[in-house]
């Protein structure tokens, strides 16, 4: 089921998702409502939060059965990390231009380390730990901090922030478009 996506300015996506438990009720039915999301809006990632769902949990991968990131076992188009920690940063900080499905229609450079280990369950609450390069470090960084309730607008710089903020009240006042569904306001 397609979700629509929580848009900039609810309080959910500044606030620290809470841990995943085993027992957690509806869980396989949120991760492929999320994919089915993520693919609806043409995102490459997607932390629950921005569903409306305040719990440690993102997925990331582009929505095709050829990308490299599909899990033929368990059929869903990317990676799920669950309650993931980032145990350590390396290589070295690039700047690129970050988009955000919270954020229609606005992109910001950020600054971000280049490779990442990252300690995480998958959808079987199966504990992983793995490393990551380039432009996956960077989705994992950015979903990650989803979960962190940060948001792309919080890692630049002031003054852009300010330039930023006539966008920032028109996506929270709901006079903002987007290609999918935005939660109402």
């Known amino acids: 089921m397609i979700r629509p996506i929580v848009a900039y ?22 991760i492929q409502d999320m994919f089915d999301t993520m693919a ?7 932390a629950a939060p921005q569903v409306n769902v305040g719990l440690r949990l993102f997925i990331t991968g582009k929505p095709s059965h050829t990308d490299p990131f599909f899990d033929k076992e368990t059929r869903y188009p990317g990676k799920v990390f669950i309650n993931p920690e980032i145990r350590a940063t390396g290589g070295l900080f690039s700047t690129q231009l970050e988009g955000c499905l919270s954020l229609p229609h606005m992109q910001a450079s950020v600054l971000r380390p280049t490779h990442i280990r990252v300690r995480y369950q998958d959808h079987l609450m199966e504990t992983h730990e793995e490393s990551f390069s380039g432009y996956m470090a960077r989705v994992i960084q950015h979903e990650f901090d989803h979960l962190e309730g940060v948001l792309i607008t919080d890692r630049i710089h002031k003054h852009r922030q300010k330039s930023l903020r006539p966008h920032l009240r028109a996506i929270a006042n709901g006079k903002v478009e987007a290609d999918y569904a935005l939660m109402p306001h």
């Open 9 to 30: 300015g609810q309080p959910i996506l500044q606030q620290a998702a809470a841990p995943v438990s085993p027992e957690q009720e509806g869980l396989p039915e949120l």
């Open 40 to 46: 609806a809006a043409g995102g490459i990632g997607l």
